[in-house]
């Protein structure tokens, strides 16, 4: 074990680091130092325009920070919206989507015991969208209370490329969402209708 002086680089280094830790009131002296010092380093920066936003316009909005005054753009990135997002457009609902919706609720309540997680997912696989997969196999299909589909999937919104479809089933009714997709239509999502 080495033996520690009070000489040497390493003694002075432990005395500086040491100093805060000796007493509340040194303690308190250098978080006020260390909060002092960054509030100076921030106002310094600020004056120097290290954070000033270029002004808008064509000078300022052309040129990148640090880039050479040839890399210019010929028109400045926008900033807001132009014009308002286009809202979706209602359609009356397509056959196809509301049949995609029964098949996977029928999918869905199709749970006999013994049935694994994977079994369960590979007959939903073909009426679910790649990205929700992964979602339903944190189900567990042992929880699901529904056995069977008692009725016909009834559209509650319309659009052209989305459906949301209430499909009742013996265990409550399912409020499923469809999607179309370069596969065709796709269920993206579930919920219990309320």
Known sequence: ???RTNRGRAAVY?????????SPKHLVTALVAVAVLAVVVSVALN??????????GPAGAQRFAGAPSSATTTS????????????????????AALAVAEAWGKAWANHPAGMTTQQWLAQLAPYTTDEYLPVM??????NIPAHRVTGRATAVNSFTSSVQANLPTDGGTLSITVI???????VSGYTKAG
């Open 76 to 95: 400045p990135l926008p900033t807001r919206l132009e014009s308002p997002l286009a809202a979706p457009t209602s359609a009356p609902p397509d056959p």
């Open 180 to 186: 179309m997709t370069p596969q065709g239509w796709r």
């Open 14 to 22: 432990r005395r500086l680091w040491g100093w805060p830790l000796r």
């Open 1 to 3: 074990m080495p033996i």
């Open 47 to 56: 004056k120097a325009g290290v954070h000033r936003v270029p002004p808008p």
């Open 137 to 142: 196999a944190s189900v567990d299909p042992a």
